[in-house]
């Protein structure tokens, strides 16, 4: 029976650990509201982290058995709008501005010209790879990037702090 696969029981874990991370930033916004400001925060992890949800989410629905994978990026695009809906709310007026034009522009425009391009230009099996290669590719650059970031780091401190 597919429900008592190993697979389905693996899926049900990651699902489990990606609300984790989804929620981690519930600190950081209980401090946003209780201080009214986004201080120094930065509105881009949250922007990159719902275009990935709704990449994911699509990719989902599009895939057959995606259903975990649709589910729980589904979750991730609710708790990601908020995320973002709250800093716009506290976030000084340029911030709020620049935040805006990055959802309409990756949130809005690149999902919609993702959807557009993979359901009218290719077919089902094609579609389904070119879906999830994009999906993989963003996973690589918003994990990666951070760890990119220390490595730089770390391998300058080793020549130039001597």
Same mark, same amino acid.
């Given at each position: 029976?597919?429900?008592?696969?190993?697979?389905?029981?693996? *899926?049900?874990?990651?699902?489990?650990? &990606?609300?984790?991370?989804?929620? &981690? =930033?519930?600190?950081?916004?209980?401090?946003?509201? #209780?201080? #009214?400001?986004?201080?120094?925060?930065?509105?881009? =992890?949250?922007?990159?982290?719902?275009?990935?949800?709704?990449?994911?989410?699509?990719?989902?629905?599009?895939? =057959?058995? *995606?259903?975990?994978?649709?589910?729980?990026?589904?979750?991730?695009?609710?708790?990601?709008?908020?995320?973002? @809906?709250?800093?716009?709310?506290?976030?000084? #007026?340029?911030? #709020?501005?620049?935040?805006?034009?990055?959802? @309409?522009?990756?949130?809005?425009?690149?999902?919609?010209?993702?959807?557009?391009?993979?359901?009218?230009?290719?077919?089902?099996?094609?579609?389904? *790879?070119?879906? *999830?290669?994009?999906?993989?590719?963003?996973?690589?650059?918003?994990?990666?990037?951070?760890?990119?970031?220390?490595?730089?780091?770390?391998?300058?401190?080793?020549?130039?702090?001597?």
């Amino acid at each position: 029976m597919e429900i008592l696969s190993l697979s389905f029981f693996v *899926g049900i874990i990651g699902n489990v650990i &990606s609300v984790l991370v989804f929620l &981690s =930033p519930i600190g950081t916004f209980e401090r946003i509201i #209780k201080h #009214k400001s986004t201080e120094d925060f930065q509105s881009l =992890p949250y922007i990159c982290t719902l275009l990935n949800s709704s990449l994911w989410t699509y990719y989902g629905i599009t895939k =057959p058995g *995606g259903l975990l994978v649709a589910t729980v990026n589904g979750f991730g695009i609710f708790v990601e709008a908020v995320y973002v @809906g709250l800093f716009l709310t506290y976030a000084p #007026k340029k911030m #709020k501005l620049k935040t805006g034009v990055l959802v @309409g522009i990756l949130n809005v425009g690149f999902v919609a010209a993702a959807i557009v391009v993979t359901q009218l230009a290719l077919e089902s099996e094609t579609q389904i *790879g070119a879906i *999830g290669l994009m999906c993989s590719g963003l996973n690589i650059i918003m994990y990666g990037s951070p760890l990119a970031a220390m490595v730089i780091t770390f391998i300058s401190s080793l020549f130039f702090d001597l």
